[in-house]
């Protein structure tokens, strides 16, 4: 075996033992269930006061064309079902599609405009209920980062990932779009 400061052999480390059921797991969900409450306040907060990004314009009226009609021709550049699940979320708050014609074309600008000018009198409202949904699945993702973080190195861990996940900027600000930036 070598000596010296950089040549050291060491074993690898240990598993931390089980969490004993009910151990202090109470507190933890409420300041898990606070740090969500946290999250999802700051999202909306930017979902709400953020008007309609450039992205968006090309994924929503994609989202609403596959969920409507299983059409994947307008902007078939992403896996469709996160956009889809927007489209569905966008067609409950009334979205009108865009003109048959300008998804014949094929031009994912055109198609744009036309769903942009189908739904004027309810753009803003079409576009936050498709924000809504990527508002859900981060929750979903900062409760996997919690149950991840408190599995592999106990409670007190989950509560510092999921606190980090709750305010990072780079967490909150995709999920306020419907956009793919943020989808698992």
Known sequence: MPRGGFHRWRTAPKAPPPIPAGHGLRHERAWVV????????????????????????????SGVMIAARGDLRVHPVNPPLAKALCGVAALAAGARLPSEATVASGDQYQVAASFMRANADRYQAVF?????????????????????????????????????????????????????????
């Open 128 to 184: 936050v209920a498709a924000r809504l949904v990527v508002v859900l699945l981060s929750v979903l993702l900062g409760l996997l980062v919690w149950r991840v973080a408190r599995r592999l190195h106990r409670g007190p861990a989950g509560v510092l990932a999921r606190g980090v996940y709750a305010v990072q900027p780079a967490a909150r600000a995709p999920p306020g779009l419907a956009t793919l930036d943020h989808a698992p």
């Open 34 to 61: 606070l740090l969500l409450a946290l999250h999802v306040g700051l999202v909306l907060w930017g979902a709400l006061r953020t008007s309609v990004t450039f992205d968006e314009n090309f994924h929503v009226p």
